[in-house]
């Protein structure tokens, strides 16, 4: 294979990389974390060629702080499951009507907007 086609193999893998990162950051922005999945890892047999090399050291640095945006949304979801578990102990399950909770669960309806 040529060392054409090798680079060409890289910009490929480099623009996965990159739209990978780029819908991670737009989920990150949007608080949409929970639907952030893996980023694919450029996998190409031979080295990067030098003039791609600034690119990729971009798309890293942006990696790292999408990497980072992201536990700390997680941390901070974490923060607030923990604390609704404590607010819930410390009522002991109960509720502002009486002693007992009382659980609804959510039911469809229908209105007939005709009426």
């Known amino acids: 294979m040529s060392a054409q086609?090798?680079?060409?193999?890289?910009?490929?893998?480099?623009?996965?990389?990159?739209?990978?990162?780029?819908?991670?950051?737009?989920?990150?922005?949007?608080?949409?974390?929970?639907?952030?999945?893996?980023?694919?890892?450029?996998v190409v047999a031979t080295g990067l060629p030098p003039e791609l090399a600034d690119r990729a050291?971009?798309?890293?640095?942006?990696?790292?702080?999408?990497?980072?945006?992201?536990?700390?949304?997680?941390?901070?979801?974490l923060r607030e499951i923990e604390a609704a578990a404590t607010e819930r102990a410390d009522r002991g399950g109960r509720n502002d009507r009486g002693p007992r909770a009382v659980r609804r669960q959510w039911q469809p309806s229908y209105v007939d907007a005709r009426a």
Do not use: I, K
Request: hydrophobic residues 50%; charged residues 30%.
């Open 5 to 42: 086609s090798w680079a060409v193999r890289w910009v490929v893998a480099l623009a996965a990389l990159e739209a990978a990162v780029t819908e991670g950051e737009r989920l990150v922005e949007e608080g949409r974390v929970e639907e952030f999945r893996t980023v694919p890892v450029p």
């Open 57 to 77: 050291r971009n798309l890293q640095d942006r990696l790292a702080a999408l990497t980072e945006r992201v536990a700390e949304a997680m941390t901070v979801t």
